[in-house]
């Protein structure tokens, strides 16, 4: 059976939620396409608090086992522990290219974060511009806001107001469902 890798952080993992296995965005994307008739096993790397320097540690042990399609979602932690863009880029870079010299015919996507604009300075519009420059560089589809329609939404959000609620993540998985299901 095909492979899907989901390698992320905790909005990959599903924090917070009641039944991570069931309400996270990759859990709804697995039942999004066993209704449309694919099936792929799905694999849900995300670690709470994970950095783009974590998840080079820890994808050796992930890319142990044949993958097909590869999901990337890091950097906004590293962005809250004050590491520069470059270095998170170059993380990011240094992920895709190991997940591609082990598996070359991998299809990858990158699922992207987005400080809003009212926030401002050169750390914030460098931190925005990664994930563009990654997906454009290596040619691969994006998601540029995995967070959209449920950043800032008190409803669809649990109380951190960072990571979203069960009804959040079904928004972001329709974020991510028409980019996925290309690659399908």
């Known amino acids: 059976?095909?492979?899907?890798?989901?390698?992320g952080d905790s909005l990959t993992a599903g924090y917070g939620l009641a039944n991570p296995a069931k309400e996270s965005f990759p859990a709804l994307l697995d039942n999004k396409m066993r209704l449309a008739g694919f099936e792929y096993e799905i694999s849900n790397a995300g670690v709470s608090g994970d950095t783009t320097a974590g998840g080079l540690g820890r994808l050796n042990y992930w890319l142990?086992?044949?993958?097909?399609?590869?999901?990337?979602?890091?950097?906004?932690?590293?962005?809250?522990?004050?590491?520069?863009?470059?270095?998170?880029?170059?993380?990011l870079q240094l992920i895709i290219n190991q997940v591609r010299d082990r598996y070359p015919a991998v299809r990858l996507l990158l699922l992207g974060m987005q400080i809003p604009f009212a926030a401002?300075?050169?750390?914030?519009?460098?931190?925005?511009?990664?994930?563009k420059n990654i997906a454009d560089a290596n040619h691969i589809p994006l998601v540029p806001f995995i967070l959209k329609g449920v950043a800032g939404q008190r409803h669809l959000n649990l109380q951190d107001r960072f990571h979203p609620s069960a009804e959040g993540y079904k928004i972001v998985a329709e974020n991510v469902w028409p980019a996925l299901s290309a690659l399908l």
Do not use: C, W
């Open 1 to 7: 059976m095909k492979h899907i890798l989901f390698f």
């Open 64 to 91: 142990s086992k044949p993958v097909n399609i590869f999901v990337l979602e890091l950097g906004i932690n590293d962005l809250r522990h004050g590491i520069p863009a470059t270095q998170i880029a170059h993380n």
């Open 120 to 131: 401002s300075g050169g750390a914030v519009a460098a931190f925005n511009a990664i994930y």
